[in-house]
């Protein structure tokens, strides 16, 4: 295989930018068919790329005022007549208007920038009507997924993506001429087949984040209720105290602190759930269960939910000593040592307690206030294999750990006294630590000799009960074939 061979990209989904074949398309004629927000961008954007604009409108005189003067706006007809590449920037609903036009359009590059209001709403692609209802032009369906924002504010201020697809090469390779020109990536998704994926995109509305989102709400849920009948339905039964004014903040404070520090556990619990597997079955060619491949793929948006969780806790925490009923009670407890005449209310233990505690917290905040900046795009892109994994996986792990120790600070013998087992529940703390202990000690059982080595010759290729053909000489110098299983 050439050098040329080997610097192609393997996937088909491909950038078009730095084609050597690729020409300079600035001072040509484009054709824009519609008088829309998006045809209105389209025609500035073209034009300060040193395009000659021509735009067709049913009425033209009352729509020149909207676009730019150095744009010609007339007739579609004659839009048409004025150019070879024209971009259709009306809906789907109207493709039928433009059957006039059929005769004129005739070998004609038409550029699709249309999209649906649902996704899959209709049985084809809008690229795929439009070519059907004009077979003897050339359809590439493009710039769908560029808003009319960015358009006008330039490649710099919003996604510099053109997504691009059509079963003509060379028209394929004029549009993303054009997009390079107006500054921005055309990346080649094939043939028309991929129309409808890419007029999917823009109407999904973060679908990664779905699963991690749902995920984050339960747990808070769970963790809220579960705070609420410690610290308000508790008082007020056993002992008719009105806790109520708890649940704004110091409620949703110590809920937060669980739910970020369970979502931080949860980004490494699937590592260790896939590396069981892959010891148990000794092998890696094994596919893990859908549920698990979908957990493997969600752990950066859990990771940076758990970052969020924890950043409110710490605004949240700061804002403890500003409320009211705060001051009240220093108030109060100024009074009543007063009354008791104690002169020194220092205790040493709760003092070393809270230093040790905050302490540790922010350190752990630090962490991941790191692994949230390194999970960007711009910034993991700076970043060799080595340096993401490091940071990651390995300063991950550490965050965990001192977020362990986070917890444990701020329990401290709380566990042991019967007074915090309101309703004989269990202070708050002692259930985090359940699967954040979990990951870690398991964490360091793969750290031993013979499972870490054993683990990693099964993500090297070897298989538990494989047999491997081996060739042995003979006394007679012939040789002869053999096999042998290959964990003996």
């Known amino acids: ?69 150095a744009a010609e706006v007339t007739f579609q007809a004659e839009a048409v007549k004025k150019t070879d590449v024209i971009f259709v920037a009306v809906f789907r609903e109207h493709y039928s208007t433009l059957c006039d036009l059929a005769d004129v359009l005739a070998g004609k590059i038409l550029v699709d920038v249309s999209n649906n209001t649902e996704i899959n709403h209709h049985k084809e692609s809008n690229a795929e009507y439009l070519a059907s209802l004009f077979p ?3 359809v590439v369906k493009g710039f769908n997924v560029l808003s009319a924002w960015t358009l006008q504010s330039g490649a ?26 107006m500054g921005f990536t055309p990346v080649d998704m094939g043939c028309m087949s991929s129309a409808r994926e890419i007029e999917n995109i823009p109407l999904r509305l ?40 708890k649940i704004p903040i110091e409620v949703v404070n110590t809920t937060l602190p669980c ?14 759930v896939a590396a069981c597997s892959q010891l148990y079955y000794g092998t890696k060619y094994r596919r893990f269960p859908d549920w698990l491949d979908q957990w493997l793929q969600h752990r950066k948006q859990i990771g940076l939910l758990s970052f969020f969780c924890a950043a409110l806790h710490a605004v949240y925490s700061l804002c403890l000593p500003m ?60 970043l060799n294999w080595r340096e993401f994994t490091f940071i990651q996986s390995t300063l991950g ?9 986070h917890t444990l600070t701020y329990g401290w013998s709380r566990a042991f006294d019967e007074n915090q087992y309101k309703f004989y529940l269990p202070p708050t703390y002692t259930l985090t630590l ?15 000799p013979c499972i870490q080595q054993r683990l990693l010759r099964i993500r090297r290729g070897w298989e538990k009960g494989r047999y491997v053909k081996f060739v042995l000489p003979s006394a007679t110098g012939e040789f002869s074939s053999g096999e042998t299983s290959s964990n003996v």
């Open 136 to 138: 003897a032009s050339t």
């Open 156 to 181: 710099r201020d919003g996604n510099k993506q053109v997504l691009l697809c059509s079963n003509n090469q060379e028209a394929k390779r004029t549009v993303a001429e054009i997009a390079q020109v």
């Open 434 to 448: 359940l699967v954040p202990c979990t990951v870690i000690i398991a964490k360091v059982i793969f750290i031993l």
């Open 323 to 382: 409320r009211r009923s705060h001051r009240y009670q220093l108030i109060e407890m100024a009074v009543k040592q007063a009354m008791e005449k104690k002169m020194n209310i220092w205790v040493e233990e709760e003092v070393w307690r809270m230093e040790i505690y905050l302490s540790v917290g922010i350190i752990a905040l630090g962490l991941l206030s790191l692994l949230a900046i390194t999970s960007l795009p711009s910034i993991a892109n700076s």
């Open 206 to 245: 973060l679908p990664a984040w779905k699963i991690p989102v749902f995920l984050s709400l339960g747990l808070f849920l769970c963790f809220f209720t579960y705070n609420l009948i410690r610290q308000v339905i508790h008082p007020y039964i056993r002992e008719q105290k009105n806790k109520l004014y």
């Open 259 to 272: 739910v970020a520090y369970v979502m931080l556990s949860l980004v490494y619990l699937p590592g260790v």
């Open 1 to 69: 295989m050439s050098r040329g061979d080997m610097a192609k990209p393997l996937l088909g989904h491909r950038s078009m930018e730095g084609d050597p074949s690729s020409t300079p398309a600035a001072g040509r004629s484009i054709g824009v068919l519609g008088s829309g927000d998006f045809a209105r961008s389209l025609a500035i954007r073209l034009v300060c790329s040193g395009f000659k604009v021509v735009v067709g409108s049913r009425n033209p005189k009352r729509k020149a005022n909207l676009f730019p003067s």
């Open 397 to 405: 792990f550490i965050a965990l750990v001192i977020s362990t120790l």
